[in-house]
């Protein structure tokens, strides 16, 4: 029994897929995004009603703007294209979310945050985003295929790539 367990710990040990797991990542942060905004866009009436303005522009136009970060940058991420920018768009739109929910939220109840509330919601995407901003789209992507193709028609070798 003991030297089965150290056979798979010693087999799964050593591997890594890592160009999956960002691929995963991507899709999944993609997919919860873009559902955010596809339902504003579906109850946009609504949605305007409750919407706030942000940096004095009208609230119809906030509410576009943040229904194209959510649905187009989402498509650009699950591709992988651009991913490293079109990831800045809704990191720093969740950044003014969470301000807008915790200046609500602040005032009615200073002292009873909790894991429920919407507050973390916010939070947990700008985290998410943040680290597809360090480490990339990974191999499974637009991006790296493209670059791939500026390598070879620049007559450059592959081993660039993993010098970046």
Not at 34 to 55: D, H, V, W
Not at 104 to 112: G, I, K, R
């Amino acid at each position: 029994m003991m030297n089965s367990l150290k056979k798979i710990y010693i087999r799964t040990t050593g591997y890594s897929y890592t160009n999956m797991g960002r691929l995963f990542l991507r899709l999944f942060v993609g997919i919860m995004m873009m559902q955010f905004g596809i339902r504003q866009l579906y109850n946009f009436e609504a949605a305007k009603a409750m919407f706030p303005s942000l940096f004095g522009i009208d609230p119809d136009v906030t509410l576009m703007l943040m229904i194209a970060i959510e649905i187009i940058c989402s498509l650009f991420i699950m591709a992988g294209f651009m991913t490293r920018i079109m990831a800045l768009p809704p990191f720093f739109a969740m950044m003014v979310a969470e301000y807008y929910i915790l200046h609500d939220l602040v005032s009615e109840a200073p002292y009873m945050l909790s894991w429920s509330q919407q507050g973390y919601v916010p939070v947990m995407f700008m985290g998410i985003y943040f680290f597809i901003m360090l480490v990339g789209p990974g191999k499974i992507s637009v991006d790296y295929f493209l670059s791939l193709h500026f390598i070879h028609s620049n007559n450059h070798s592959e081993s660039e790539l993993e010098e970046v």
